[in-house]
């Protein structure tokens, strides 16, 4: 069975500083993984995925995520965040044949001028 | 091109009473699922369906029901509402793999059962 943690529940940050927002899995089988971003009152959309290939992946919005096996982990990055990246983000990952995307529990990105 | 549409927005219940929330989407894609999201918990699938009429369970099934009417729409029924299925519901649709597809997300149905 597949799982994620997120190992932060909140984060804030000051405007024009970097992150980090921490996610771990596990799988018995090679995975693909997935960050959905939720502003406030809407549904998720994707930020980025890595199915194969390059470990490090860009998405939108200046975002980037590397891929490390050995780790089993798939942080999400971004060198300079703005007070509009405030909002929660979510890890995700499935495996081929799965028709299941597990989803982490979350972490609130706040950014503060 | 709307994407993925949910109705209502929001809703109250009282124990008991039963709903359907509507779920469309217009971007032709194969599967459709339904999400619970509830505070510090993620996301949790409820129902997933592949193709038109096929449904299968997810990880929260008991006290919904799902139908796929076609390929654009498929609903989400609560028979008997209870106070724990007071959530933000959300509908999402891939084109075809659940695996390797991104999934495009309505805006959620906030119900609350009282």
């Known amino acids: 069975a597949q799982s994620v943690t997120q190992l932060d529940s909140q984060v804030p940050v000051f405007e024009e500083a970097p992150v980090e927002l921490r996610c771990n899995y596990s799988?018995?089988?090679?995975?693909?993984l997935f960050w959905y971003v939720q502003y406030p009152n809407q549904g998720l959309q994707l930020l980025l995925k890595?199915?194969?290939?390059?470990?490090l992946v860009k998405g939108i919005n200046g975002f980037e995520a590397e891929f490390n096996k050995s780790q089993t982990s798939f942080h999400l990055r971004k060198p300079s965040v703005h007070i509009s990246d405030t909002a929660e983000y979510f890890c995700?990952?499935?495996?081929?044949?799965?028709?299941?995307?597990?989803f982490g529990k979350g972490t609130l990105l706040t950014v503060n001028p | 091109n709307a994407g993925v549409t949910q109705t209502p927005k929001f809703q109250v219940l009282k124990t008991g009473q039963s709903m359907t929330l509507q779920c469309a989407q217009d971007?032709?894609?194969?599967?459709m699922y339904w999400y619970r999201q509830d505070p510090g918990m993620g996301l949790r699938l409820i129902y997933y369906?592949?193709?038109?009429?096929?449904?299968d369970k997810g990880e929260v099934p008991n006290g919904y029901n799902v139908s796929r009417l076609n390929k654009r729409e498929f609903s989400l029924r609560l028979e008997s509402a209870a106070p724990s299925q007071t959530s933000v519901y959300f509908c999402?649709?891939?084109?075809?793999?659940?695996?390797?597809?991104?999934?495009?997300f309505g805006p959620g149905t906030r119900l609350t059962v009282l």
């Open positions: 999402a649709s891939s084109p075809r793999s659940p695996s390797t597809d991104t999934q495009y």
């Open positions: 890595y199915l194969s290939g390059s470990t």
């Open positions: 369906s592949a193709s038109e009429g096929t449904t």
């Open positions: 995700a990952v499935s495996d081929q044949g799965n028709y299941k995307l597990t």
């Open positions: 799988s018995s089988v090679s995975v693909y």
């Open positions: 971007m032709n894609h194969n599967s």
